[in-house]
């Protein structure tokens, strides 16, 4: 099993993910634990139901952030990537709640050969999340370096 290498990323493409994923109250607790961060947004309902706007513990955004481009990965990038060396524009326009199932798309934006490495390039992707309403929960994009198939002599 393997990803796509630099050479087969189509710049404007646009990968549909298969993959779905409701997210659980374990999840939220797990990740928040797991990170350190007490953030009652996150763990604790009574909070939630009576000092918040939402009603209900939101999703760690960063667990979210981490599953909308974690959903692309058997697709894309699964034994490909050298490394991410970094993500921007990363914006949440609606919350994500326990029980929400999120799927994911993601666009490829552009791609260049390395100049330091022959034998890799950067790709920028831009990644998309949605809840089971289609609605846009996460955004962001990343700069991953790829191996390329065949070496630039």
Not at 70 to 84: E, F, K, M, Q, R
Not at 121 to 137: M, R
Request: net charge negative; aromatic share 8%; hydrophobic share 40%.
């Amino acid at each position: 099993m393997s990803g796509l290498y630099f050479e087969d990323f189509e710049e404007g493409k646009i990968h549909v993910h298969p993959l779905r994923r409701t997210v659980t109250e374990m999840d939220n607790m797990m990740f928040s634990c797991m990170t350190l961060n007490p953030q009652p947004l996150h763990i604790d309902r009574h909070f939630c139901e009576s000092e918040t706007e939402f009603g209900q513990p939101l999703m760690n955004s960063i667990f979210t952030l981490g599953l909308v481009i974690g959903i692309s990965v058997n697709d894309l990038t699964v034994a490909t990537t050298i490394a991410n060396l970094g993500m921007s524009d990363v914006r949440f326009p609606k919350p994500v709640f326990q029980g929400d199932t999120l799927h994911a798309t993601t666009q490829v934006i552009s791609k260049r050969a390395s100049k330091s490495r022959p034998e890799a390039g950067i790709v920028e992707l831009e990644h998309k999340g949605f809840n089971q309403h289609d609605e846009l929960v996460a955004i962001c994009r990343r700069q991953a370096f790829m191996r390329k198939k065949s070496v630039d002599v």
